[in-house]
């Protein structure tokens, strides 16, 4: 049991690390102050249409794996075996 427990563990930290990278290569969704005034901008372009493959869309993708993996191992870290 203690060679799975090391295993998970070194899994775990993995995930952090990709996890970490994967969300730092993210561009970022600020708006400035049009947000807080309610201000949109609702224009439709190609990029938006097909976000889903696009390079954005891939890190969107894989980061929401990392972590439902990160929640997964560490509750099963947290169970006593």
């Given at each position: 049991?203690?060679?799975?427990?090391?295993?998970?563990?070194?899994?775990?930290?993995?995930?952090?690390?990709?996890?970490?990278?994967?969300?730092?290569?993210?561009?970022?969704?600020?708006?400035?102050?049009?947000?807080?005034?309610?201000?949109?901008?609702n224009t439709?372009?190609?990029w938006s249409?097909?976000?889903?493959?696009?390079?954005?869309?891939?890190?969107?993708?894989i980061t929401?794996?990392?972590?439902?993996?990160?929640?997964?191992?560490?509750?099963?870290?947290?169970?006593?075996?």
């Open positions: 049991m203690a060679i799975l427990r090391t295993v998970l563990t070194v899994l775990f930290a993995l995930d952090c690390i990709g996890m970490i990278i994967v969300i730092l290569m993210q561009q970022g969704k600020d708006r400035g102050l049009g947000a807080i005034a309610g201000v949109s901008n439709e372009t190609y249409k097909n976000k889903g493959r696009s390079k954005e869309g891939n890190l969107i993708r929401r794996i990392l972590a439902i993996l990160f929640f997964a191992l560490s509750v099963v870290l947290n169970i006593k075996f």
